[in-house]
Structures are given as C-alpha cells and as structure tokens.
C-alpha cells in the first residue's frame, strides 16, 4: 500500500470512528437496561432473581446450562464415535488430528503425573477438561431463555454458579481420594484428608474467574463512555482466556494430587531398605 492509499485509508478509519462517537452522544441513551449495575452484580454473585424454569421448577439458569452442555458434548461424542472413529486412518486428517491432540494431551497429562495409576485418570481429567472449556465457550453463543418473570436472558456458563463449581471441586476431590483407595486401602483417605482445602482452592478458583470476567463485561456495558463495541471484545477475550486457563488448572491440580496419594508408599519404603541394606552389604 502507498502512502497515498494509506493516507486515505486512515482518513476513512477516522471519520468512521468520529461518526460513531457523534452518534453516542448525540443519542446519550445508550441501552436500555432493565436491571440497575448493582443489582446485576449482586444477582451475579447470589442468583436471587433470575431464575428459569426446568420441568416445572424455578431453578438458577446456570443449572440448566450444565444440561445443555453435558448434552452437547455427549452427542458430539457419540456422533464421533459413530461416523468420525471408523474413518480414521493411520495418515490423520485436520479433524482426526485435532481429536487425537485433544484427547493426548490429557493423556499425557496424567501419564506425567501419575505414572503409577493414570488409566481412570486420563479419562476424568479429559472429562473434566472438556466439560470446563465448552461449558465456558457456551456462554459466548447468547443462547436465550425466558426468566420467570418473562423476560429474555442469556444462559450463563454452568460454573459461574457458586453451587456448580462446588460441585466440580467437590467430585474432583473425592476423585482424587478414589485414586488414594485403589493405591493404598484406607490409608489413602488420610493421605487425601490432609490437602482438606483442595476442594475449597479449587471450587472457588473456578467460580471467580468466571465470576469476574461476568463482572468485567457488565461493568464496561454499564458505563456509557466504554458501553459501545468494546464490551464484546471484552467478553470474549476474557471468556476464551478463562476457558483455557481454568480447564488447564483444574485438570493439572487433579492430576498432580492423584498421582501423589496413588503412589504406593509402603512399596516405596521396603525398596528403601532393601536398598540400604544392599548399600550396607
């Protein structure tokens, strides 16, 4: 481009985005919203008013979008399993690359951390991980439903309920304690008890970076001067970055922690002797 297209090309640039700047002030409305700031942050935080029903019951709308996610991804998975698997060739193709490096990197997460036991791992952590990251991506589609009171609203993501991403740290927990059993009997439900605040770091982890990404987003859109464009740009970066970040967290942290209450110690201390007794001799 030279340097007369390039001038004209930012003349142009420039009046679009004066224009546009006119017209936020000229109209001064911005949107119409329904809710005040603080009260969309405090129903963020709480899920007082809001609710949606499923099957008759008034329930919090994140509950229903764990349903639908859990429901997308097991039809996508019978759909592969079906028509994508039997296909597959020793050459991959773009999709068959991109499911084998989906479903290896969990692998390999759990093969590196729990070396000892990581069949029922890999499998949890691939669960999990998909579970956090589509569930979270879900929220940028504006799939809608209707309040109780009638009024359109966008299905949040599952965990940025308190009581979803409890239940996700939670299970993780008591999947990691599972791993302590299978290795070492009841002594691996002590060697779980003492990371007692495992579930609490991780629950809360998930549901505040959710939780502050949704704030972010309704805090530009609630200011006039920022409430133009940007909040999309916003939105989606913040979503897409706690989509990876959290799916990654959560499925390192499990990984880790199983692998060192299913480590087998009292195999690891007779090795110790017998070693040191072959030192000695």
Not at 150 to 162: K, V
């Amino acid at each position: 481009m030279d340097k007369g297209k390039r001038t004209r090309f930012l003349v142009i640039v420039g009046m679009i985005l004066v224009l546009l700047l006119v017209g936020i002030i000229a109209t001064n409305k911005g949107g119409e919203h329904r809710e005040t700031l603080q009260e969309v942050m405090r129903d963020a935080v709480l899920h007082e008013d809001n609710k949606m029903y499923f099957f008759g019951l008034a329930v919090n709308p994140s509950l229903v979008s764990g349903y639908i996610t859990t429901a997308i991804l097991l039809v996508f998975a019978l759909i592969v399993r079906i028509f994508a698997l039997p296909r597959f060739k020793i050459v991959p193709g773009k999709f068959q690359a991109l499911i084998e490096m989906w479903v290896g990197y969990f692998d390999n997460l759990a093969k590196t951390n729990s070396p000892h036991l990581n069949s029922i791992l890999g499998a949890y952590v691939f669960a999990a991980g998909s579970y956090i990251f589509v569930g979270t991506i879900f929220e940028l589609f504006g799939v809608q439903g209707l309040t109780t009171e009638g009024y359109p609203m966008a299905f949040p993501a599952p965990l940025a309920d308190i009581n979803g991403a409890i239940g996700m740290g939670v299970f993780s927990y008591l999947f990691i304690m599972s791993g302590g059993i299978i290795a070492n009997k009841i002594k691996g439900v002590g060697l779980t008890l003492k990371e007692y605040s495992l579930p609490i770091s991780m629950s809360f982890r998930l549901f505040g970076a959710l939780l502050s990404g949704a704030l972010v987003t309704e805090l530009v859109y609630y200011t006039f001067c920022l409430s133009f464009v940007l909040p999309v740009i916003v939105g989606v970066l913040f979503t897409l970055i706690h989509a990876v970040v959290q799916a990654y967290v959560l499925t390192m942290l499990t990984s880790i922690y199983y692998g060192e209450v299913s480590e087998v110690h009292e195999k690891k201390k007779k090795e110790k002797k017998q070693s040191e007794v072959a030192a000695e001799a």
